[in-house]
């Protein structure tokens, strides 16, 4: 009984391999990446199937069908592809990446499973029809959409540009507040590349601040626009009427090279569903600022920088320095003084092969907060 197939770049064409593929009925991993058929088969008899790869199969023109319990499908530099089956039961689907796919039109119901997707990656398809993007940009009880574009939703009433901080006051008199909506335009100057999305969100009334680690968004061409959409539930925000708001997107990491160019928020009066947002990080922290004046820099973290030797000489960990002190003089101290630390705050894990701990601490105003 075979359950994971990996048949990527093995020059598959159309014809009978493509037609016993779609009779493995216990399959549930399917790699069919780099191949050169023009047309999938009918695979929708393969009911254990939960992940598709198809990526750079640059002559797939159509895929005429999905299995109805598909969790992923990935095609990405399908470039002819045109023509996607029906999605309006495709409420197994979490993710859906079709980067560049410059000929795809549309996916006719995809707003129908907008709600129990996590994520859809979208960018470069430069042939969407507008009524098509129109009900992307307006869905909003899901995870995240990156689409091409340099335009914020006009539903989107709060915009800044660039470096600036998104300013607004939740009107006192609102009767339901279901969360955030957002919207963020970025670029590079650089191409293939990623970088971490961060989003501050500030509640100057209630003093508090959410830091938001999104997923990573990617630059596949140099000084091109790309559009991320996405929700903030009020569940965890707790926004109230009257309250004074501040949100700040930003891409961080030593080496990032992608930039915010826009930034749109607005209130959203309905729910949202917490179970598509995909927030690495969320957490909520005091913030300290006198709410009578404009200054907002505590929005931007003070960085105390130590730098330890080289990174040659770096030890692979606290144990593996006996040849030098630091470390485990350094490790000690903070140990010593943690109960003086309040708030603790720590990287995601995916952040843990960047940060290195001797080499960066972050130490906040008043010794609040640590990161490392």
């Known amino acids: 009984m075979i359950e994971g197939l990996d048949l990527n770049d093995c020059n598959i064409t159309d014809g009978a391999v493509l037609e016993v593929i779609g009779s493995l009925s216990s399959l549930r991993v399917l790699d069919l990446g780099g191949n050169g058929f023009n047309r999938l088969p009918i695979l929708s008899g393969l009911s254990q199937l939960q ?5 750079h199969c640059k002559n797939l023109q159509t895929i005429p069908d999905l299995p109805k319990n598909l969790i992923e499908l990935r095609a990405n530099y399908c470039t002819a592809l045109e023509i996607m089956p029906d999605f309006s039961e495709m409420s197994k689907m979490r993710k859906l990446e079709l980067k560049d796919c410059r000929k795809l039109k549309d996916i006719p119901n995809l707003e129908n499973s907008l709600d129990y997707m996590d994520s859809i990656h979208m960018e470069r398809c430069t042939s ?9 940009r307006t869905k909003n009880a899901f995870g995240g959409i990156f689409l091409s574009g340099n335009d914020i939703p006009n539903r989107l009433a709060y915009v800044a540009r660039e470096d600036e901080i998104v ?28 970088g971490p999305l961060t989003i501050d969100v ?15 968004a990617t630059v596949t061409a140099s000084h091109e626009y790309y559009l991320w959409l996405g929700n903030l539930s009020n569940k965890k925000l707790n926004l109230k009427g009257g309250d004074m708001v501040l949100v700040k997107a930003e891409f961080y990491g030593r080496n990032n ?27 909520t922290m005091s913030y300290e600022s006198d ?28 144990e593996g320095s006996e040849s030098d002190p630091l470390p485990k003089f350094f490790a000690s101290t903070l140990k010593a003084h943690k109960n003086d630390i309040t708030i603790k705050v720590h990287f995601p894990a995916q952040f843990a092969d960047v940060f290195y701990c ?15």
Request: glycine share 6%.
């Open 291 to 318: 709410e009578d004046t404009d200054n907002d820099t505590q929005l931007d973290y003070n960085h105390v920088f130590l730098c330890y030797k080289t990174p040659e000489a770096w030890p692979w960990r606290i």
């Open 257 to 283: 090279r992608l930039k915010v160019n826009k930034t749109g928020v607005d209130i959203v009066k309905w729910d949202l569903s917490d179970g598509g947002t995909i927030w690495y990080d969320y957490e």
């Open 358 to 372: 001797f080499s960066y601490c972050f130490l906040f105003p008043g010794a609040t907060e640590f990161w490392c």
């Open 128 to 136: 969407l029809t507008d009524t098509f993007k129109e009900n992307l």
């Open 202 to 216: 500030v509640n100057r009334t209630q003093r508090t601040k959410f830091c938001i680690w999104t997923m990573e």
């Open 51 to 55: 992940l598709l790869y198809l990526n």
């Open 167 to 194: 300013k607004f006051e939740v009107p006192p008199s609102i009767d339901y507040i279901g969360g955030l909506a957002l919207g963020i335009v970025y670029s590079s100057d650089n191409s293939d590349c990623t």
